[in-house]
């Protein structure tokens, strides 16, 4: 009898186990749905649909006329000619524009974001007002602070030219933004002043969590603090700036408002994004341009991967040594 | 509950009343007619005049500055299919991009397009259909310094060498007398159709064409237009400030108008802007034809000019049209005229006296506006903005050293054969 009980008890529990687990996996597909809905229509179905268009002649003349035509805006050829995107020299310079501009401002935001995160670890007074300080830039509206700068580079009447005239830098007003030589310049320097804050917040909260014992060991050993820094304070905070290289990254390889309100459509620092706004919207050849918005796609998503996977990979090793 | 029963059935009822007004007396019509300045100003006069007159309502839609950015726009409105804008103000080279967005305006014209300029009227018909009404005409033109050129003994000039000569001792001699800022010529050389309008001028004066003929040739390659750029390339930094490759209308205004230039190329529009009180050049500016590339060259100037259209996604077609044969019409154009120096595109007005009084140089450069070259829309159809754009990147890269003049010619052309693949 107790030994029914027993065994009924248990299996009335076991029933309970697994119809509470499913009941959590409904309710797990439940509050998900809506998500992945959402998701579905606002990112996964425009991505269906460009890479669709992609491979027809869609133009904005009459959008219900278009035809499928494969891969003929990739690469086609004609009257022993190549044409498409693959081959046309404006994408790869926009190509070449996009990585040159996501490399050299990643690059110095990194560096400048973890000198001033480094500062703000510091106790000094004024600490909390200085770091909300640093922020402003990184809460502008992009489309704002571009034209704010756009307005300051001018030749003209720009204040830039103004100071650097006035202190005996240059001799006469540069035309920062229209000069091809400084035009990429230009853009990247407003780039690492806009988004160097954010590399700076990301690395000031590695730095935060740091344990402090370990700094009070390495002084007690007389430690020089500039080997600290290389030997602990980096691998320690390697993964939080691995992450923060990732975002920015795969923010400069879209860019595309910056640079289009500082200098529009100029072949001298057009990005992949302008090149391709200016096939749909320009040239109103949505086929075409749906065919670039793709290959940007594509271009990015490897550059993650090789990002996420390289850098893992590093980390990986970082932790075991 | 029931207040907001109440509240729902007033609603319907309301809006029931505004859906029958809507159809049996008056329409909203919204109405783009330029954003900023006299343009502005003079356009909502006319349309409100117009609303009163008629006891429609008339809304304005403030379009980007920008040409370019304006055309961005109205395809994805049009090409959307959305009734927010009835009439739309478009340029000389869209009724080819546009025109199957736009509504035959013959039914509503009552033959008013005669009056106007017959090339401007074949230009703004698109398969038979006449998609735009013309508004006022534009051709590139040159001011200048009337003050200054008399002060150090130098003549209007003839030819671009005749103004490059006088453009730089006029500069050095200002700047020697403690003008630092002065420059000798201004333009619109920012990567932008501006940029194909003002090359156009140089090549068409040197005799180098229309970089793709009436038949749909490519002629952009030749040695007058080599010509023509090595000359505009060498005024870069030297007459012109670097910055004039950012230049737009506007800029090159202010630059002229704050007196810091001698000789500025610019549509008419500037001449009542740079003659009113607040103008510190008020009085000492000239206008004349743009001068000739050479002894053999011409004097011409690029066909610019807008025109009125209505969507055919508008929900009040006939009020659209009513408005657009109000702003079109004899009367109104003669006000824009006189007031803000805009050409009209009705032959007649040439000769009245009231315009002629106000603007003097209109009676003087009527033949400019007849022998105006046109941009190369009509021959490339739909892909204008593309050979325009490759037309005046391959310009920009002249103009700023990055090629030299013939290299940049013989890519440009390639890159027109490109483009022309599928023909135009």
């Given amino acids: 009898m107790t030994l029914a009980l027993q065994q009924d008890g248990s299996a009335t529990r076991k029933v309970k186990r697994s119809n509470l687990s499913s009941a959590r996996l409904r309710a797990a597909w439940l509050f998900l749905t809506p998500m992945m809905i959402a998701l579905a229509a606002v990112a996964g179905w425009p991505l269906l649909r ?37 081959v046309d020299a404006e994408w790869w310079n926009a190509v070449w524009n996009t990585l040159w501009f996501s490399v050299i401002s990643v690059g110095l935001e990194t560096l400048f974001g973890l000198i001033i995160a480094l500062i703000l670890n510091a106790e000094f007074k004024g600490r909390g007002l200085v770091r909300a300080a640093v922020l402003i830039p990184w809460a502008i509206p992009t489309i704002v602070s571009a034209k704010m700068w756009g307005w300051m580079l001018h030749d003209q009447f720009g204040v830039i030219n103004e100071i650097l005239l006035g202190v005996g830098i240059i001799s006469e007003p540069v ?98 994004s302008v090149y391709a706004r200016q096939q749909l919207v320009d040239f109103q050849e949505v086929g075409y341009g749906s065919a670039a918005a793709t290959l940007l796609f594509i271009v990015i998503a490897l550059l993650t991967t090789i990002t996420v996977v390289a850098g893992g990979l590093k980390s990986g090793e970082g932790d075991q040594a | 509950m029931g207040i907001r029963r109440t509240l729902l059935g007033s609603a319907v009822a309301l809006a029931g009343m505004a859906g029958v007004a809507g159809y049996a007396m008056a329409a909203e019509v919204t109405v783009v007619c330029g954003s900023v300045g006299q343009g502005a100003k003079l356009c909502k006069g006319a349309a409100t005049e117009w609303a009163k007159e008629t006891g429609n309502t008339v809304k304005f839609f403030a379009a980007p500055a920008s040409s370019t950015e304006q055309l ?81 003994g130098e003549k209007a000039p003839e030819t671009w060498g005749d103004l490059t000569a006088s453009a730089k001792k006029i500069q050095d001699a200002e700047r020697a007398a403690g003008n630092s800022k002065m420059w000798g010529f201004v333009y619109q050389a ?181 022998n105006a070259v046109a941009r190369p829309s009509r021959a490339t159809g ?38 022309k693949r599928k023909g135009w």
């Fill in chain 1, 175 to 272: 035309a920062w933004t229209a000069d091809p030589s400084t035009a990429m310049w230009a853009v990247i320097m407003v780039d690492v002043w806009k988004t160097t804050p954010f590399m700076a917040l990301l690395t000031l909260a590695a730095l935060q969590m740091l344990p402090g014992d370990i700094y009070e060991a390495a002084r007690v050993d007389g430690i020089n603090p500039i080997r600290v820094f290389f030997k602990v304070t980096l691998p320690l905070i390697r993964p939080a700036i691995i992450v923060a290289v990732i975002f920015r990254s795969l923010d400069a390889l879209r860019v595309f408002d910056l640079i289009y309100v500082l200098t529009s459509s100029s072949t001298s620092t057009m990005s992949m």
């Fill in chain 2, 382 to 419: 739909s892909n204008y903005n593309k050979v325009s754009n490759a037309f005046y990147n391959a310009v920009h890269d002249v103009l700023s050293g990055k090629t030299e003049a013939e290299a940049s010619l013989a890519k440009l052309e390639k890159n027109l054969k490109r483009i």
């Fill in chain 2, 190 to 370: 920012k990567a932008y159709e501006g940029l194909t309008c003002d090359a156009l001028e140089w090549v068409d004066s040197f005799g180098g064409g229309d970089v793709v003929n009436a038949d749909g040739d490519i002629t952009i390659n030749n040695e007058k237009a080599v010509k023509a750029l090595k000359l505009a390339a060498s005024w870069t930094g030297s007459i012109a400030p670097a910055g004039v490759l950012s230049y737009q209308e506007e800029d090159a205004r202010g630059v002229f108008q704050s007196g810091n230039a001698v000789f500025m190329r610019n549509w008419p529009y500037a001449w009542s802007l740079g003659q009113a009180d607040d103008s510190p050049i008020k009085g000492k500016i000239g206008v004349m034809a743009l001068p000739k590339g050479g002894e053999e060259g011409k004097q011409t100037g690029t066909l610019g000019g807008w025109q009125l259209a209505v969507s055919k996604y508008s929900k009040a077609p006939e009020a659209a049209a009513s408005l657009v044969m109000h702003l079109t019409s004899k009367k109104s154009q003669k006000q824009r005229a006189i007031e803000g120096s805009y050409n009209p595109t009705i032959a007649d007005l040439y000769t009245d006296a009231d315009v002629l009084a106000a603007s003097p140089f209109m009676g003087q450069l009527k033949d400019t506006f007849t």
């Fill in chain 1, 50 to 86: 460009t890479i669709w268009l992609g491979f027809t002649d869609a133009n904005l003349i009459d959008l219900s006329e278009s035809q499928f035509i494969g891969f003929e805006n990739y690469l086609a050829f004609y009257d022993g000619e190549a044409y498409g995107v693959l």
């Fill in chain 2, 72 to 152: 961005a726009l109205y395809q994805q409105i049009l090409s959307s299919g959305s009734s927010d804008i009835d009439v739309f103000q478009i340029d000389v080279i869209w009724p080819g991009i546009l025109g199957s967005h736009l509504i035959d305006l013959k039914p509503y014209s009552n033959g008013a397009e005669d009056m106007h300029f017959q090339p401007i009227v074949a230009n703004n018909t698109y398969k038979g259909k006449l998609v735009a009404m013309p508004w006022y005409t534009d051709a590139g033109l040159l001011f200048y310094r009337k003050d200054l050129l008399e002060k150090h």
